[in-house]
């Protein structure tokens, strides 16, 4: 069980075979690295597990490898176009999760550089597009954690930079939170070499444009998001977890992001929210333990207008009318009056 999705491993992976199993995509969420939240968004799994199977449909057909095999429907594996009702099961490739070790108040990836493949890379590739408010980038710009010159700009950036090129960030995935680390020790801790790592960013840009192009359909702005990396048996590189989804993506709408960002900003005005960066200020390990208080569950309200954010914006990429729902720009509408 993950914050989000639960696996049912079917055939465990080994050093030189890929294992196999299901993603059962729940309507749990995640915010602030925080873990499972207290309350569920009705149909956020179905619409996450359909958009994430719609783009990795998309890169098979450009030839880029994935761990993605097919959804889950009557007990069949089936391509999306040949599914009639809404699935949130998913069948994928399973590959190695290799962690580093913790010692003391640092991680030791040494394992890392002993493995041939059949492995999922410890990193998170972020891609941003621009710059928007919220983005990371301006508090570790402030910070000095970047300069001007990493991210190819010659004065500080306004909010709603829109981007020439886009930038590639990296930051772990296996440490009790996401820690962004250059270029260079990316490359360092997940055992990658040159060509590899060029090879990672390649697809980055490849898959960007994809969602990119497609977003942009529906006029949607693809602002920023991640993906996640594995070697196969073969020791190539393919595409792992879920991509292209508003979990994975910063996507905007008519001024709205149309993403967790909603979510976040709802929490952001709590006390717990304050408690939580206070904790991770003192201790960047065990900093859940000091929040010291569970997150507030949220108003009904806000469950349902999320719920309905999440299936329209379904509805709407993949143009089909998965879910009985508003439509994508009414739900904005609505989303706007509260947070806008």
Request: glycine share 6%; with cysteine; hydrophobic share 35%.
């Given at each position: 069980?993950?914050?989000?999705?639960?696996?049912?491993l079917?055939r465990?992976?080994?050093?030189?075979?890929?294992?196999?199993?299901?993603f059962?995509?729940?309507?749990?969420?995640?915010?602030?690295d925080?873990?499972?939240m207290?309350?569920?968004?009705?149909?956020?799994?179905k619409?996450i597990?359909?958009?994430?199977?719609?783009?990795?449909?998309?890169?098979?057909?450009?030839?880029?490898?994935?761990?993605y095999?097919?959804v889950?429907?009557?007990?069949?594996?089936?391509?999306l176009?040949?599914?009639?009702?809404?699935?949130?099961?998913?069948?994928v490739?399973?590959?190695?999760?290799?962690k580093?070790?913790l010692?003391g108040?640092?991680?030791?990836?040494?394992?890392?550089?002993?493995q041939?493949g059949?492995?999922?890379?410890?990193?998170?590739?972020?891609?941003?597009?621009?710059l928007?408010?919220g983005?990371s980038?301006?508090?570790?710009?402030k910070e000095?954690?970047i300069?001007?010159?990493?991210?190819?700009?010659?004065?500080?950036?306004?909010?709603?930079?829109?981007?020439?090129s886009?930038?590639?960030?990296?930051s772990?995935k296996?440490?009790s939170?996401?820690?962004?680390?250059?270029?260079?020790?990316?490359?360092s801790?997940?055992?990658?070499?040159?060509?590899?790592?060029?090879k990672?960013?390649?697809?980055?840009?490849?898959a960007?444009?994809?969602i990119?192009?497609?977003?942009?359909?529906?006029?949607?702005?693809?602002e920023?998001?991640?993906?996640?990396?594995?070697f196969?048996?073969?020791?190539?590189?393919?595409?792992v977890?879920v991509?292209?989804?508003?979990?994975e993506?910063?996507?905007?709408?008519d001024?709205?992001?149309?993403?967790?960002?909603?979510?976040?900003s709802?929490?952001r005005?709590?006390?717990?929210y304050?408690?939580?960066?206070?904790?991770?200020?003192?201790?960047?390990?065990?900093?859940?333990?000091?929040v010291?208080?569970?997150?507030?569950?949220l108003?009904n309200?806000?469950?349902?207008?999320?719920?309905?954010?999440?299936?329209?914006?379904?509805n709407?990429?993949?143009q089909?009318?998965?879910?009985?729902?508003?439509?994508?720009?009414?739900?904005?509408?609505e989303?706007?009056?509260y947070?806008?």
């Open positions: 069980m993950g914050s989000v999705k639960d696996v049912e079917l465990p992976p080994t050093e030189s075979r890929s294992g196999e199993g299901i059962l995509f729940s309507d749990r969420f995640s915010v602030f925080w873990g499972v207290p309350d569920l968004i009705d149909g956020k799994g619409s597990c359909i958009i994430g199977a719609w783009f990795f449909e998309k890169l098979q057909d450009l030839g880029l490898k994935t761990h095999i097919g889950l429907d009557d007990g069949k594996v089936k391509n176009k040949d599914v009639v009702s809404p699935p949130y099961r998913m069948l490739k399973f590959l190695r999760v290799i580093p070790k010692d108040k640092s991680y030791d990836y040494s394992d890392f550089k002993k041939d059949n492995f999922v890379i410890p990193l998170e590739v972020i891609y941003r597009n621009s928007p408010a983005s980038v301006f508090r570790r710009l000095g954690k300069s001007l010159a990493d991210i190819g700009l010659d004065e500080f950036p306004k909010e709603n930079t829109k981007l020439k886009p930038i590639i960030d990296f772990t296996f440490e939170q996401d820690r962004y680390i250059s270029q260079d020790e990316a490359k801790i997940a055992g990658l070499k040159d060509k590899e790592f060029e990672i960013k390649e697809y980055t840009l490849i960007n444009k994809v990119t192009e497609a977003v942009e359909r529906i006029s949607v702005s693809n920023d998001g991640k993906f996640e990396f594995g196969d048996e073969n020791r190539q590189i393919i595409f977890d991509i292209g989804t508003p979990d993506c910063r996507f905007m709408y001024g709205i992001q149309v993403s967790k960002e909603v979510l976040r709802y929490y005005k709590t006390d717990w304050e408690k939580l960066v206070e904790a991770k200020s003192r201790d960047f390990v065990k900093w859940r333990e000091l010291g208080q569970n997150p507030p569950t108003p309200e806000i469950k349902k207008l999320v719920s309905e954010l999440y299936m329209s914006f379904c709407e990429i993949t089909r009318d998965w879910f009985k729902v508003r439509s994508f720009k009414d739900v904005v509408k989303v706007k009056s947070f806008g």
